[in-house]
């Protein structure tokens, strides 16, 4: 059983999708099925791992993902190009 998002494009562990709600972009970790509908994993950042209901996402291009570093005092900051 394929998995797609809402506009009916598959999606694939690797692909990165946009939560269309709020704007979180993320690489797909995982994806699951159950009898309240199929879910995808995304890494936020390092720590931060999160579940979405693929009727709320679209596959999206990598390019869009913002990229974080560390500051000196050890705070995230958004990479720039």
């Known amino acids: 059983m394929s998995v797609t998002d809402k506009l009916g494009r598959e999606i ?22 159950d009898e309240n509908g199929s879910w995808v994993q995304i890494a936020k950042n390092e720590l931060t791992k999160l579940w979405y209901n693929t009727d709320y996402v679209e596959l999206t291009d990598e390019k869009y993902v913002k990229k974080f570093d560390k500051d000196e005092d050890g705070n995230d ?3 720039s190009g």
């Not at 692909?15 to 995982?30: M, R």
């Open 77 to 79: 900051k958004e990479l």
């Open 12 to 33: 694939e562990i690797g692909s990165y999708i946009i939560y269309t709600n709020v704007g979180t972009i993320g690489e797909v970790l995982d994806i699951r099925t």
